[in-house]
């Protein structure tokens, strides 16, 4: 089901001074900025910032699937809860975030198809 972990999304509720900060960290440029999040590349890893996340669970990492409905429901046939719905952010890209049995969320991202 998974293939691996390739974004990790930080809750920014200024993007200002976190774009200054992770510019510092990863040593690059963002890739896309734009009010609603702010992407970096790292290696084969993508780093993004979210001034909407939610800063009481801190960072989110998302794992790529190759059918994120299928896996949403695997996922909550052992137990998970929907926490946010099969969404797509733009240009084909799905993401979904599902709370394990303990509380814990993890994210789950499939790329656009072709």
Excluded: C
């Excluded at 976190?18 to 992407?39: C, S, W």
């Excluded at 993508?46 to 960072?59: K, M, Q």
């Excluded at 909550?76 to 929907?82: K, L």
């Amino acid at each position: 089901m998974l293939k691996d972990v390739s974004l990790i999304v930080y809750p920014a509720a200024d993007l200002t001074t976190a774009k200054r900060f992770f510019r510092e960290l990863i040593g690059t440029d963002p890739y896309g900025d734009m009010p609603q999040y702010v992407g970096y590349k790292s290696g084969d890893m993508e780093i993004g910032l979210d001034p909407n996340g939610n800063r009481e669970h801190g960072a989110l990492a998302y794992w790529t699937v190759s059918d994120i409905a299928a896996s949403v429901k695997a996922l909550v046939a052992a137990g998970g809860t929907v926490v946010k719905e099969i969404t797509d952010v733009g240009y084909g890209l799905l993401v979904a975030n599902v709370k394990d049995p303990n509380g814990a969320t993890v994210g789950l991202r499939q790329p656009p198809k072709g």
